[in-house]
């Protein structure tokens, strides 16, 4: 009996689907008595011959074409849109798990728990690394391993299948030395991100200039991005100066002080210039992240629109809570007093709090607006900024 491959319908040359996988075919004998005897149409199967699926004719194939026709997914998207119940029909596609997985890292902490809410809103996979990991719980969608940046084992088992990885936490408020601290952190989270082949890490850092001597804590957070960096996996790092939202360390301070004191006696550093940033426009920065090219590392320098300082955000502050309130600069309050002083009237721990005047006391502002190009983000003035954090709370 012999047996002919055939395919019918006319195909093109831009209907093929690339690759090396054996086209479809039907097998038909000769001597089937169903087929009506007639040299016409016998005629064609004298020189067999194949040819590649022709893609308009695809629907009326075996799912084997299907299955196929995954293969060229990416450039053939307009057709798979035409099919989108091929994971119902068990051809191996499930949308969810075809998205990148996302790590973030300080999901507990101000920042990173903005962060975890933007990303889950925008139907992104995502996983947290947290010490206190009963915290997240409550976020519905999102995979929760409990871990510390500082524990390798953890870390490299949070980074398992990631594509991006957040790198949120710091040590400031640590009991020990937390340049060191800082520095191990980063060195594990590298490493492990390098030896789970993840794409990019995005870290937020600190504003301050490298002319200038910085504080420990400015100095501390640009040495991680250094560090971080010598992994080898591309870094995308955003420093920034003061976040405004409603449960932001910087913002809180300056809210307390308002609150709580109809008349302050101020040190020199609330004349020091800042640039702040609304929480909303950092979240768009860190979320745009996600779309520049893989390999794309670099720093970015980001701010809000308005270069202020701390006593005139202290006063926009007390003029929008409707509070009238008086500063006075005094020449002389050391870093440590400032620190006691602030443990007494704000929320702050007095460890904390130093280590946040010393940084304080040195300029942070944009001086690289390179941001503005790489971005379509226009940051908001300081006074809507504050507007927009006392009304979420």
Same mark, same amino acid.
């Not at 995502?126 to 409550?138: F, I, M, N, P």
């Given at each position: 009996?012999?047996?002919?491959?055939?395919?019918?319908?006319?195909?093109?040359?831009?209907?093929?689907?690339? %690759?090396?996988?054996?086209?479809?075919?039907?097998?038909?004998?000769?001597?089937?008595?169903?087929?009506?005897?007639?040299?016409? +149409?016998?005629?064609?199967?004298?020189?067999?011959?194949?040819?590649?699926?022709?893609?308009? +004719?695809?629907?009326?194939?075996?799912?084997?074409?299907?299955?196929?026709?995954?293969?060229?997914?990416?450039?053939?998207?307009?057709?798979?849109?035409?099919?989108?119940?091929?994971?119902?029909?068990?051809? %191996?596609?499930?949308?969810?798990?075809?998205?990148?997985?996302?790590?973030?890292?300080g999901a507990t902490g101000y920042v990173g728990g903005q962060l975890l809410q933007a990303l889950m809103a925008d139907g992104r996979r995502? +996983?947290?690394?947290?010490?206190?990991?009963?915290?997240?719980?409550?976020v519905a969608g999102a995979e929760v391993v409990r871990g510390d940046v500082l524990d390798a084992g953890s870390v490299r088992a949070a980074m398992a299948g990631v594509d991006t990885a957040y790198y949120l936490v710091h040590s400031m408020g640590s009991l020990g030395r937390f340049e060191e601290e800082d520095r191990t952190a980063a060195r594990v989270f590298g490493e492990a991100a390098r030896e789970a082949g993840v794409?990019?890490?995005?870290?937020?850092?600190?504003?301050?200039?490298?002319?200038?001597?910085?504080?420990?804590?400015?100095?501390?957070?640009?040495?991680?991005?250094?560090?971080?960096?010598?992994?080898?996996?591309?870094?995308?790092?955003?420093?920034?100066?003061?976040?405004?939202?409603?449960?932001?360390l910087s913002f809180e301070m300056i809210r307390a002080l308002v609150e709580r004191l109809p008349v302050m006696i101020a040190p020199r550093w609330v004349s020091v210039p800042a640039q702040p940033i609304a929480i909303s426009d950092l979240l768009g920065y860190l979320l745009a992240a996600l779309d520049l090219p893989?390999?794309?590392?670099?720093?970015?320098?980001?701010?809000?629109?308005?270069?202020?300082?701390?006593?005139?955000?202290?006063?926009?502050?007390?003029?929008?809570?409707?509070?009238?309130?008086?500063?006075?600069?005094v020449p002389v309050l050391t870093p440590r007093l400032s620190s006691l002083w602030l443990g007494l009237v704000t929320p702050l721990y007095? +460890?904390?709090?130093?280590?946040?005047?010393?940084?304080?006391?040195h300029p942070t502002v944009v001086q690289d607006r390179s941001a503005l190009a790489a971005f379509s983000i226009r940051p908001c003035g300081f006074r809507e900024a504050i507007a927009r954090a006392l009304r979420a709370g």
């Open positions: 009996m012999k047996q002919a491959r055939v395919l019918g319908g006319n195909t093109r040359a831009d209907d093929r689907i690339p %690759g090396t996988f054996e086209p479809h075919t039907e097998v038909i004998a000769k001597d089937n008595p169903a087929s009506p005897p007639s040299s016409a +149409r016998w005629s064609k199967f004298r020189k067999p011959r194949t040819r590649s699926l022709s893609i308009s +004719r695809l629907f009326d194939r075996r799912p084997s074409d299907l299955d196929l026709l995954m293969h060229s997914r990416e450039k053939h998207k307009k057709l798979l849109d035409r099919v989108p119940d091929l994971a119902d029909r068990g051809f %191996g596609y499930n949308q969810q798990t075809m998205k990148p997985l996302i790590l973030v890292t995502v +996983r947290c690394l947290a010490r206190r990991a009963e915290k997240l719980r409550s794409r990019r890490i995005v870290y937020l850092g600190g504003l301050g200039s490298g002319e200038q001597e910085l504080s420990a804590h400015l100095r501390s957070r640009q040495e991680v991005g250094d560090v971080l960096r010598s992994s080898g996996v591309p870094v995308v790092e955003f420093r920034a100066s003061i976040v405004i939202g409603a449960g932001s893989p390999d794309a590392g670099r720093v970015f320098e980001i701010g809000g629109s308005d270069q202020v300082s701390y006593g005139e955000l202290m006063r926009e502050c007390a003029r929008q809570r409707g509070l009238r309130r008086l500063i006075l600069s007095a +460890r904390v709090g130093r280590n946040l005047i010393d940084s304080i006391r």
